[in-house]
């Protein structure tokens, strides 16, 4: 295996869980009427990066794998 498919497979389902909650969260901001600024939204892209490595680390302690890593993702970027 390449170190792609290798990085692919330990962290894809981090970024997926990570993406979708930060479409959640524009989403539900959205439905409540509150507009999006760009600096939020730069905020936010700046703490991705540190809420991924939480995920990284709290899913590696407890040995989550697949669609749970990418759950526990979710949750702390929430």
């Known amino acids: 295996m390449t170190w792609q498919a290798?990085?692919?497979g330990r962290?894809?389902?981090i970024g997926a869980g990570l993406m979708i909650a930060t479409?959640?969260?524009?989403?539900?901001?959205?439905?409540?009427?509150?507009?999006l600024s760009w600096r939020a939204m730069l905020?936010?892209?700046?703490l991705l990066g540190l809420v991924g490595l939480f995920a990284?680390?709290?899913?590696?302690k407890f040995d989550l794998y697949g669609?749970?890593?990418a759950f526990c993702s979710a949750l702390a970027a929430v």
């Open 67 to 69: 669609d749970v890593r």
């Open 11 to 13: 962290y894809g389902a």
């Open 43 to 46: 905020g936010d892209a700046l």
């Open 6 to 8: 290798n990085a692919a």
């Open 56 to 60: 990284v680390i709290i899913s590696g």
């Open 23 to 35: 479409a959640a969260r524009y989403g539900l901001a959205l439905g409540e009427g509150r507009r």
